[in-house]
């Protein structure tokens, strides 16, 4: 929920500048849309890369949360019998697999921020190119051009955080989903 407002707050965001862009210059505007169908089909690919590597993660976190649970209700019987270097042991292992899987996560989410990066970079630096074009064609004013920059600027500001914010989506649709089974379960 907490991730739904931004969303929303970009996709207006990106829809407006849209919008001013095609009134101000049309092909800017679709020079600009190039940029999205390659945004959409990496934040799909990385999507599905980041829920299957959460869902791992939750799992067990999971079980480390429940080596805890299982403890701390026999305690008794774990100091009874001298357990606790035993269960230490075992919460320490699934607590080292529950880190391993968050290493996992950046490593994909790091590798996904570059690589939008990089996209966006390159948009810009295309869009620039062709600009530079039509200013020394005579085609547009620098001041026009400029314009243009800004609002394109303000329009790949939004594409970035909506395409940033899917590991936080991610993360919370992999707890909800952990949480809708275990519900399920009893």
Same mark, same amino acid.
């Given at each position: 929920i907490d991730g739904l407002s931004p969303i929303i707050a970009s996709l207006f965001t990106v829809v407006a500048m849209l919008y001013v862009m095609f009134l101000i210059n049309w092909r800017f505007a679709l020079i600009s849309l190039a940029i999205i169908p390659p945004l959409v089909v990496l934040t799909r690919i990385s999507s599905a890369r980041l829920l299957k590597s959460w869902d791992t993660v939750k799992e067990k976190e999971s079980a480390a949360m429940s080596i805890i649970h299982e403890v701390l209700a026999s305690l008794r019987v774990v100091k009874a019998f001298g357990q606790e270097e035993r269960e230490n042991n075992r919460f320490l292992e699934q607590s080292k697999e529950a880190v391993k899987g968050q290493l996992a996560v950046a490593k994909i989410g790091g590798g996904f921020y570059a690589l939008v990066g990089i996209l966006? &970079?390159?948009?810009?630096? !295309?869009?620039?190119?062709?600009? !530079?074009?039509?200013?020394?064609?005579?085609?547009?004013? #620098?001041?026009?051009?400029?314009?243009?920059? !800004?609002?394109? &600027?303000?329009?790949?500001?939004?594409?970035? !955080? #909506?395409?940033?914010?899917?590991?936080?989506?991610? &993360?919370?649709l992999a707890g909800a989903g952990r949480m809708f089974t275990l519900l399920d379960n009893t």
């Open positions: 966006i &970079a390159a948009g810009t630096a !295309a869009f620039l190119y062709i600009g !530079a074009l039509h200013v020394q064609s005579g085609a547009i004013t #620098l001041g026009e051009l400029i314009i243009v920059m !800004a609002y394109l &600027a303000q329009l790949f500001g939004p594409l970035e !955080a #909506l395409t940033k914010s899917i590991n936080d989506i991610q &993360a919370s």
